[in-house]
């Protein structure tokens, strides 16, 4: 009987081993597709947000969204990496550790949610002062500034958009009265010179472009979040089962 009885408690440990480095290899590849996002950000898709710096440098936080990615993405790997190392060397101290920096980060996770939630309501709010302070920038600087023009001038073409809300922002701009009252070639996709007429009703504002990518890019970026929650709860079942099994061996 005790024979048995052992045999099954060595079925049940290495069955909860070889769950840890499932589960940590998972957190271990969440964290790799959360830091590639991140690195995406600040490589590919910094455009728009140095839009809203030049515009508004007390918006310089919005920026910082890339680096968040970066450091949870980096840190999640790590912590994948440690999960599977101190299942496989059995290590109480270890599994302990890392029990208690997962609690900590779905802790905080829980909260930021909270917060988003509470929030939500006064985004509104938020979008109206934004774009206020991005049609006062095309009216005034577009054409003007070099560095402003330029950061617009990728945007528009890499989104195939034109203007905040759309190609009206520019009229009366000093663009706008400079080019006896022509819009910026980006707006228009096969005529110059761009007149109101030669725009294409395909053509959006760069918000509702912005708002459609994030809305198709954030249901794959919040299905992978709820993804790591689910495994970082599974992940510390699995480290305390361990944590009490090899203290009773």
């Known amino acids: 009987m005790q024979g048995m009885q052992r045999t099954d408690n060595m079925g049940c440990f290495s069955l909860l081993k070889t769950m840890m480095f499932l589960f940590n290899g998972a957190i271990f590849l969440g964290g790799a597709v959360i830091l590639a996002i991140g690195i995406w950000v600040k490589v590919d898709g910094g455009s728009f947000l140095k839009i809203l710096v030049t515009a508004a440098p007390q918006l310089l936080q ?5 680096y968040l990615c970066i450091a949870i993405g980096a840190f999640l790997v790590l912590m994948g990496f440690l999960g599977c190392y101190g299942a496989m060397k ?6 302990m550790i890392f029990f208690f920096i997962i609690l900590i ?3 905080a996770e829980t909260a930021g949610a909270v917060v988003v939630l509470a929030f939500s309501s006064l985004s509104k709010v938020f ?3 934004l774009g206020n302070i991005a049609v006062e920038n095309l009216q005034n600087d577009y054409g003007l500034k070099e560095e402003i023009t330029t950061v617009w001038n990728v945007t528009m073409k890499e989104f195939n958009c034109c203007g905040f809300n759309g190609y009206q922002d520019f009229n009366n701009s000093f663009y ?3 080019h006896s009252h022509q819009y910026p070639d980006v707006c228009c996709l096969y005529f110059n010179p761009c007149t109101a007429r030669n725009i294409s009703s395909q053509v959006k504002g760069c918000f509702e472009t912005f708002e459609l990518f994030l809305n198709k890019n954030g249901k794959v970026v919040g299905g992978v979040a709820l993804g790591i929650c689910a495994l970082e709860i599974a992940a510390m079942i699995v480290s305390m089962a361990l944590y009490s099994m090899i203290g009773n061996k």
């Open 62 to 66: 919005v920026v910082n969204v890339g």
């Open 127 to 129: 979008i109206d002062f």
């Open 176 to 178: 706008y009265r400079q």
């Open 105 to 107: 980060i779905f802790v």
């Open 90 to 95: 059995e290590s109480r101290c270890m599994l």
